[in-house]
């Protein structure tokens, strides 16, 4: 089974930019559809955007297009968020998380997951 784990983020003011990584362990990430998703607390797990395994086809989030650009390195088994001009509502504990087959935004449909990263954004 892969094993993800997410790490780069942090606090960081309004406008500002952070990247986030997630490592994944055990077999290639080659087959796997990968996502990233977020919570605030107190909400429900929310689907920020999700890569093909080719990395050519990428669906982003409604409110997060333009301001965060997902992207994978399968010979790195890597799998990154960078996110520019947050915005204190993407506040959250960001999760990486992946499915085999057709890439879709329902958190229940992904299989692994890691243990999440915060991002904080002061206003």
């Known amino acids: 089974q892969v094993q993800l784990k997410e790490s780069g983020g942090g606090l960081v003011q309004a406008g500002g930019s952070l990247r986030l990584s997630c490592t994944a362990s055990?077999?290639?990430?080659?087959?796997?559809?990968m996502a990233w998703f977020r919570q605030a607390p107190g909400k429900e797990r929310q689907f920020v955007a999700h890569?093909?395994?080719?990395?050519?086809?990428?669906y982003h989030l409604e409110s997060v297009k333009g301001r965060f650009t997902i992207s994978r390195d399968n010979a790195m088994n890597m799998l990154y968020l960078q996110m520019n001009n947050l915005r204190p509502e993407d506040a959250a504990v960001y999760y990486c998380?992946?499915?085999?087959?057709?890439?879709?935004?329902?958190?229940?449909?992904?299989?692994?997951w890691g243990q999440g990263t915060h991002v904080t954004v002061s206003s």
């Open positions: 055990g077999p290639s990430i080659t087959n796997y559809v």
């Open positions: 890569i093909i395994w080719t990395g050519k086809a990428t």
């Open positions: 998380a992946a499915k085999v087959d057709t890439p879709i935004d329902n958190a229940q449909d992904y299989n692994f």
